[in-house]
């Protein structure tokens, strides 16, 4: 059964930062990639970063470019997504999700499998 177990969201002031972690069961990271998506309240769903669990290849967002970085460890079959200089709008639920590694959508799109998400708030 695929399953994807986010953590590590919590309230962080301004310029602080969180460590998120997707926990991946039930298929091998090598042959999917993970993407990292938002949700703000009141807005819509948001691509954040992906990377792919074979060749470790990034993409981010230009709202997070520089400032987030995302990782993956293959023994664990997890990734991170590390959250620096957090600004309030990047508050919201970040949510994993999973693709096969030979999909032809673009890089935040075509995903399959979702997790529940956790929350971040960035507030002073």
């Known amino acids: 059964q695929v399953q994807l177990v986010e953590s590590g969201g919590g309230l962080v002031q301004p310029g602080g930062s969180l460590r998120l972690s997707c926990a991946a069961s039930g298929f091998t990271l090598d042959d999917y990639i993970i993407g990292w998506f938002r949700q703000a309240p009141g807005k819509g769903r948001e691509g954040v970063s992906c990377?792919?669990?074979?060749?470790?290849?990034?993409f981010y967002a230009d709202a997070v470019k520089g400032r987030f970085t995302v990782s993956r460890d293959r023994a664990e079959n997890t990734v991170y997504l590390q959250m620096n200089a957090l600004k309030p709008e990047d508050t919201g639920v970040y949510i994993c999700a999973s693709k096969p590694d030979n999909s032809d959508s673009k890089a935040l799109e075509g995903y399959v499998y979702w997790g529940q998400g956790t929350q971040v708030a960035v507030s002073s």
């Open positions: 990377i792919s669990g074979s060749n470790g290849s990034t």
